[in-house]
């Protein structure tokens, strides 16, 4: 461990620092917006290439985290992205490269494992 924050981020933020968040959906609320066809997101899969391939929700995108830095000029800006991998933790860090990056990202909370236990429908590669 090179360092750790005393008093955690109740105290990065009480002493003005700034702070910020990026907001969560769950798989429900994805789920809804896509079967209305009205998606406000362009819906980013950060897992292996292998996994995406495997079992997908149709119409994402796939970039493994680690790669996601050097693959930016692949994510469309015109929309916010919401980033999903298998439980959430790959996807929290590729939102935070995105916001980092000017993106409005939102983290599916849950990920696909959550997708796939609420009994939504997935895809696999041809």
Do not use: H
């Amino acid at each position: 461990i090179a360092g750790y924050l005393v008093g955690g981020m109740e105290a990065w933020e009480g002493s003005g620092r700034p702070l910020r968040r990026i907001g969560q959906i769950t798989v429900a609320e994805l789920q809804a917006l896509l079967s209305e066809g009205r998606n406000p997101y362009t819906v980013l899969d950060v897992r292996e290439a292998s996994e995406w391939r495997e079992s997908r929700i149709a119409s994402t995108l796939n970039s493994p985290f680690y790669r996601l830095q050097a693959r930016l000029d692949e994510v469309p800006s015109n929309k916010p992205v919401a980033t999903l991998c298998g439980g959430g933790t790959r996807s929290s860090i590729a939102a935070s490269i995105l916001q980092r990056n000017g993106f409005e990202p939102v983290n599916v909370a849950g990920g696909i494992d959550a997708w796939k236990s609420s009994g939504y429908p997935t895809v696999q590669a041809d």
